[in-house]
């Protein structure tokens, strides 16, 4: 349900109302979920990663997500507020946006914490961040395609027999 609300708030802000700035877009959706949500939100809201790009203009802002910018080997992390789009127990502040030059043959990823967060391999453990960040680094030099192929193949490895827990969305951008 949070997604379908996101997706239709979402669309209003960006495609209705122009806005383009991602901290301010997070602003404008975690206001519309709460509204949403009324008194009975208590902490529901969502993790986001949101990016726009112009260019070699790269504009980003995250609840709780980081966005990476793999440039050659190097793995750079761009990090998200610790907040969510919704209700939180802490105060709430504006959602920070971050302005960064790209250069060429730079790749972007965006994801859902569903990755990293399953459980599975040899321990039943979760798969987690840094794990994702060195599969991410050791498929830099395959076009994005095998990339696919590979991470989709590792997650499927990964959780074996295990349910599959979260939604789980990994978005590469090639320059």
Same mark, same amino acid.
């Given at each position: 349900m949070m997604s379908m609300? $996101?997706?239709?708030?979402?669309?209003? &802000?960006?495609?209705?109302?122009?806005?383009?700035?991602?901290?301010?877009?997070?602003?404008? %959706?975690?206001?519309?979920? /709460?509204?949403?949500?009324? /008194?009975?939100?208590?902490?529901?809201?969502?993790?986001?990663?949101?990016?726009?790009?112009?260019?070699?203009?790269? @504009?980003?802002? $995250?609840?709780?997500?980081? %966005?990476?910018?793999?440039?050659?080997?190097?793995? &750079?992390?761009?990090?998200?507020?610790?907040q969510p789009v919704?209700? !939180?127990?802490?105060?709430?502040?504006?959602?920070?946006?971050?302005?960064?030059?790209?250069?060429?043959?730079?790749?972007?990823?965006?994801?859902?914490? $569903?990755?990293?967060? !399953?459980?599975?391999?040899?321990?039943?453990?979760?798969?987690?961040?840094?794990?994702?960040?060195? /599969? %991410?680094?050791?498929?830099?030099?395959?076009?994005? /395609?095998? !990339?696919?192929?590979? &991470?989709?193949?590792?997650? @499927?490895?990964?959780?074996?027999?295990?349910? !599959? %827990?979260?939604?789980?969305?990994?978005? $590469? &951008?090639?320059?």
């Open positions: 609300l $996101g997706t239709a708030f979402l669309n209003e &802000i960006v495609i209705e109302g122009k806005e383009r700035n991602p901290g301010k877009i997070l602003d404008r %959706l975690r206001e519309h979920v /709460k509204s949403a949500m009324g /008194k009975k939100g208590g902490r529901d809201g969502m993790d986001m990663a949101f990016c726009c790009i112009d260019g070699n203009k790269l @504009e980003y802002a $995250g609840a709780n997500l980081p %966005l990476y910018i793999l440039r050659k080997t190097e793995l &750079i992390e761009v990090k998200g507020d610790k919704g209700f !939180q127990p802490s105060p709430e502040r504006p959602f920070e946006t971050s302005h960064l030059t790209l250069e060429k043959d730079d790749r972007i990823y965006l994801f859902s914490d $569903g990755y990293a967060d !399953q459980f599975g391999g040899p321990k039943g453990k979760k798969y987690k961040y840094k794990t994702f960040k060195d /599969k %991410l680094i050791s498929v830099a030099s395959m076009n994005l /395609k095998e !990339q696919r192929k590979l &991470i989709d193949c590792e997650f @499927e490895t990964w959780k074996g027999d295990l349910e !599959q %827990l979260d939604d789980v969305c990994v978005l $590469g &951008i090639s320059l």
